[in-house]
């Protein structure tokens, strides 16, 4: 098993090379003099000039990047050209609020998606079974602004049991992670379902029927163990989603998060800013998928890397 | 013969109930399996011994499958109408079960030794530990080289002759009275066919049980089983003590069963097959299920259904060539 975590932490190292050159890349596709952009309008040749050394423009490519790669393990994401901070600082204010609401709607998918998915696999086709499918093909098909916004004028508007916006309580997190979750839980109520009637057909159940264990054991022992194997997989996948969804999510809900970091960066140009963001969110994704598979092999000691 | 009686199934009737129709999967069969004897059931893919087998610990996917009348008798109680909870007690302890494919009846994700503690927790008063030792000592019983270390491994790591008496473990685990045996050998290499039956006939031996072993391989039959019932579509055609049963074969389907083995002293240059087909099990003929393939077959056999009668050889066999019946037609004739 350690063996296994060093292996695959060290095929990450080649993920997280990739992607820096990916963001670095991100700077030298946008149009025009990345000098000119950075000064700004009405910046006189001097300044620009100016700033092409300070920045190392003039250098080749590969020096460039190879500044950057050595810059960011310093620490040293460059400055936000709205206020002059670190960019590094504005992020870490920022990635813990997103974080928070990602790890919130994700076990909201967890949870949910797999309560559904058991209750409809344990009768198949049964009024019960139907109605959770139904609705989770709803929670597949409704986008997340117009579900976001619903639920906000139903629960925050009319009922007034959540607040409309902000993030102070843990009354704020609910329906944004509610919001962020549902297109997953719904997703993933799916895949546990088919998945369930899949294992339960299998062999290995009818000897644990044939041993006499009881049929809620056989459920939450034999079969869901075996069951969730491909639903974790989906799992790792919906985070992915998740960290794009908190960009419309916290706009929605007025949440100072990475997501809506970097849509504010994106709106005023604000290059280093938008490089870290993009950055900081690939390289939680990166982490998110080494942990499901960690979790992979938890639950199917099978697997072997190559 | 005085030994006790432990099973015995009565008129057996197991159906499936599907958009098609109802197909009678097992019809009607009646066999009794006393106390330390093997009972073997034969017949080709799709005659309804792996239904039966299934049907006595009530195990038939439901729906569609359902038993739609018989008893099954156990130390005088009805399987058949007995509660589920009770029948739960009784699978597993006092009649367990073996499958056919090792590869797919282990639970890939649990350690065996865990696998097989679990049915002893099921039904003996042991705490977790004793019943992990326990486990440990059935993997000695049943012939497993370290079997502490190979208790906490998973199915996967293991061959499938080791799986299969890793199933052997889990079904002696509680001594049970009858063991079922669903094509124990059929996944299995030859050479690791014999230890597992051997294996099987030992411990049978050692501890009493009465035997119901299901298989499609009359040379299995031949050396473990004291009686066979050979089964066709979906009914008992022939029932007698395996001696008689290969030195005198009277249905016509056993004989033709018989005749299409190879054999090691003759020379032969084709061998026998039985022509036709077996019949829909959702369209079964009137008449005796086996007259479209036998030689012998005529308008009594095509129209009539024969019951199983008792031979003077002591074999019960359902075939019209047998009865007083069959001498007045020939008179007609």
């Known amino acids: 098993m350690i063996w296994f975590i060093i292996k695959r932490l060290m095929q990450t190292i080649p993920v997280i090379i990739g992607v820096t050159i990916v963001v670095f890349v991100i700077m030298q596709l946008v149009p025009g003099d990345p000098a000119v952009l950075l000064a700004g309008e009405g910046a006189t040749k001097e300044t620009i000039e100016a700033l092409r050394q300070q920045l190392g423009l003039h250098q080749p490519l590969y020096i460039q990047y190879f500044d950057y790669v050595s810059n960011l393990l310093r620490g040293d994401m460059g400055f936000s050209l709205k206020n002059n901070q670190p960019v590094l600082q504005e992020i870490m204010t920022r990635l813990p609020i997103t974080l928070e609401l990602a790890i919130f709607s994700t076990l909201i998918t967890i949870v949910l998606g797999m309560l559904a998915g058991i209750v409809s696999a344990i009768r198949p086709y049964s009024i019960l079974d139907t109605v959770v499918m139904v609705v989770a093909l709803l929670g597949i098909s409704l986008p997340s602004f117009w579900f976001g916004l619903m639920l906000m004028y139903s629960f925050s508007v009319k009922l007034q049991i959540f607040p409309v916006a902000g993030w102070d309580s843990m009354l704020h997190i609910v329906l944004p992670a509610f919001t962020l979750g549902a297109g997953g839980a719904a997703i993933v109520a799916r895949m546990t379902r088919s998945s369930m009637l899949e294992v339960i057909r299998q062999d290995y159940i009818r000897t644990a029927r044939a041993k006499g264990v009881k049929e809620r054991v056989i459920i939450y022992k034999h079969a869901l163990r075996n069951a969730l194997i491909p639903v974790i997989t989906v799992v790792g996948l919906q985070f992915g989603a998740l960290l794009g969804g908190t960009v419309l999510v916290e706009s929605i809900f007025a949440i100072n998060g990475l997501g809506r970091m970097i849509v504010d960066a994106i709106r005023m140009r604000d290059l280093p800013v938008v490089q870290g963001g993009v950055l900081v969110a690939s390289l939680v994704f990166v982490v998110v998928n080494l942990i499901v598979d960690i979790l992979y092999r938890l639950f199917n000691k099978r697997i072997e890397l190559n | ?333």
């Open chain 2, 1 to 333: 013969m005085s030994k006790e009686v432990i099973l015995e199934v009565k008129n057996l009737q197991t159906h499936f109930i599907t958009k098609r129709g109802t197909s009678k999967a097992v019809d009607g069969i009646d066999f009794i399996l006393h106390k330390g004897e093997t009972l073997g059931i034969v017949g080709e893919s799709g005659c309804g011994k792996s239904i039966t087998s299934l049907s006595l610990l009530r195990l038939i996917p439901s729906p569609p499958g359902k038993i739609a009348g018989g008893e099954v008798l156990f130390k005088g109680r009805n399987l058949v109408e007995l509660p589920e909870s009770e029948m739960r007690k009784l699978r597993g302890n006092e009649i367990s079960m073996i499958f056919q494919e090792p590869m797919t009846s282990l639970n890939p994700v649990l350690p065996v030794g865990e696998q097989i503690a679990e049915a002893i927790r099921l039904h003996q008063n042991l705490n977790k530990k004793e019943a992990a030792k326990k486990a440990v000592e059935m993997l000695r019983l049943v012939g497993i080289p370290s079997p502490e270390k190979r208790a906490k491994q998973e199915p996967f790591q293991l061959s499938g002759g080791m799986r299969q008496r890793v199933m052997i473990a889990m079904a002696l685990s509680c001594n049970p009275e009858v063991l079922i045996a669903d094509e124990p050998t059929t996944a299995l290499d030859v050479t690791i066919q014999a230890q597992i039956l051997r294996l099987m006939k030992e411990l049978q031996e050692r501890l009493g049980m009465g035997v119901i072993l299901i298989t499609h391989d009359l040379g299995v039959v031949a050396e473990t089983c004291d009686k066979v019932a050979v089964m066709y579509a979906g009914n008992i055609v022939e029932h007698a003590t395996t001696e008689t049963l290969y030195e005198t074969p009277l249905h016509p389907y056993t004989q033709g069963l018989l005749a299409s083995l190879p054999k090691i002293d003759e020379d032969q240059e084709e061998l026998y097959t039985i022509e036709g087909n077996v019949p829909s099990a959702f369209n079964m003929p009137p008449g005796c299920r086996f007259a479209s393939r036998c030689p012998l077959a005529t308008n009594l056999c095509r129209e009539q259904k024969p019951e199983l009668i008792e031979h003077e050889s002591g074999s019960k066999v359902r075939c019209w060539v047998y009865s007083n019946k069959w001498r007045e037609q020939e008179v007609v004739m």
